[in-house]
């Protein structure tokens, strides 16, 4: 019987439900081949759609996919059987190991808590003490266990439940991750991009700096090496007229006079190193959060616009309404071209200001910002701005218009223009603002307000300006 009761001891955890630590009740395999109770397992599921995880090993199953197992089934049966058959045997040899009176160990004492036989009970040890039946206590201890197992159960499924809970908010955050990595990678590689295009293009501007001091030094030194000639003709002709008899010296000293006093050495052109200007582009993330804090509502003003140009009533969009033709003579823009032009209401002398416009597939366009002069505050005729930084699109061609004109290569044709105005930094900038992409960027020290400044071809699309979203 001890080795049945050994070979119990061994096998019996093969046959208990690791969720309600019991025998296992209608046995059931995940596919994983770990063994639960059918209502365990249910019960460890429930809730869940995407992932089912094992109670045990913690392996995620795409499908709750649960196979009966009524083999195993009757083993648990016959597993309980010699179980009980053991225990009874086990009870019945216990009941002979009160050493010192030789009798049935079949009483409890509850003050004590041990195992005691009627003699036991009845001695000095005992005498007075609460006892009681050891079958009727060890079935009240045994509905005790139990209700702990029910226990112990609910908090092990809400464990589970958090853990699986947990397993989401991993993977969730996991993809935001990778996606804020693919976006980093994204902008970093823009950001590169433009650094390699602007580090080429300033170089470039310096070489022609370099070729510029050499043309100016070369240029000065042709000067000096006229008058070093003239010098050393005049000396040459003093120091022949010195040693000339007295006659001829004083016969010609009045001329060299005046050719030496009239002689002035020429005027140089200064060599004056011009610094490359070159500005780096905001990271598309801060870009959002300016777009957030300083986005402004423009509004286009229809008294600075041109007769050819319809502002909509709401102030947000333009259209040329008359075509022109090449003897028309209409004002020209500050950068000299033939444009359509009408300026927003807002004026900005501070601060950090956000703008959109939507330019769709417009052939011609040019927006950005300029300065105006005081009276352009009255009714036309509108003053002509005093300056322009714009973008522009003009035959096909875009173009950076400051100072000068830049050519720029752009990858995609944009459809709408972010604008970023940043008055103390004195610094202007447009980004594609379907990508965020930056396109260009104006450095200039500004002394006066600015306005929103917007012109059009003769195309009957419209122009419309906004805030645009983060």
Not at 15 to 37: A, E, G, K, Q, R
Not at 316 to 344: E, I, N
């Amino acid at each position: 019987m001890e080795e049945v009761s050994a070979v119990l001891v061994k096998i019996q955890p093969e046959f208990i439900c690791p969720v309600c630590l019991d025998y296992l009740n209608d046995p059931v395999t995940i596919d994983c081949n770990h063994n639960f109770c059918d209502s365990c397992i249910r019960m460890s599921w429930k809730d869940l759609q995407d992932t089912f995880p094992c109670p045990v090993c913690r392996r995620t199953h795409q499908e709750m996919r649960i196979t009966g197992n009524a083999q195993l089934g009757r083993l648990v049966d016959l597993v309980k059987l010699l179980h009980s058959s053991g225990s009874s045997d086990m009870a019945r040899a216990e009941e002979r190991r009160c050493e010192e009176h030789r009798q049935g160990v079949s009483l409890f004492c509850e003050d004590d808590r041990e195992p005691v036989c009627p003699l036991c009970a009845q001695g000095p040890v005992h005498q007075g003490h609460h006892v009681r039946p050891l079958e009727e206590v060890a079935h009240q201890y045994r509905q005790r266990l139990r209700g702990y197992i029910e226990s112990l159960k609910t908090q092990l499924a809400k464990v589970e439940k958090l853990l699986v809970i947990q397993e989401r908010k991993l993977l969730q955050l996991r993809e935001e991750v990778r996606m804020h990595n693919s976006q980093l990678a994204s902008e970093f590689e823009q950001l590169t991009k433009f650094v390699e295009r602007d580090q080429e293009a300033a170089l470039c501007r310096l070489a022609k700096e370099d070729k510029h001091l050499q043309q100016q030094f070369r240029a000065n030194v042709a000067l000096y090496s006229d008058h070093i000639s003239m010098l050393k003709d005049l000396r040459k002709e003093v120091a022949e007229r010195s040693v000339m008899s007295d006659e001829m010296v004083l016969r010609g000293v009045k001329v060299l006079k005046q050719r030496w006093e009239g002689l002035e050495p020429p005027a140089m052109q200064p060599l004056r190193f011009r610094p490359v200007a070159y500005s780096l582009p905001l990271l598309c993330s801060v870009l959002s959060s300016i777009i957030r804090r300083f986005r402004e509502r423009i509004s286009l003003d229809p008294h600075t616009a041109h007769p050819s140009l319809r502002v909509s009533q709401d102030l947000q969009s333009l259209t040329c309404v008359r075509k022109r033709s090449k003897g028309d003579g209409d004002p020209k823009s500050c950068d000299g071209t033939a444009q359509l032009v009408v300026l927003g209401w807002e004026g900005f002398a501070s601060g950090g200001n956000y703008w959109e416009v939507q330019v769709g597939a417009k052939p011609e366009w040019a927006m950005g910002v300029c300065s105006v002069p005081a009276s352009a505050q009255a009714p036309r005729p509108f003053p002509a701005p005093k300056r322009c930084w714009t973008l522009q699109l003009l035959d096909g061609n875009y173009l950076a218009v400051g100072a000068g004109a830049v050519p720029l290569a752009l990858r995609d044709q944009p459809g709408a223009i972010s604008v970023y105005l940043d008055w103390e930094l004195g610094q202007l900038s447009f980004y594609n603002a379907a990508n965020r992409c930056h396109l260009h960027s104006f450095t200039e020290p500004f002394a006066q307000e600015l306005k929103p400044y917007f012109s059009v071809g003769n195309d009957c699309a419209p122009l419309s300006v906004g805030v645009g979203r983060v």
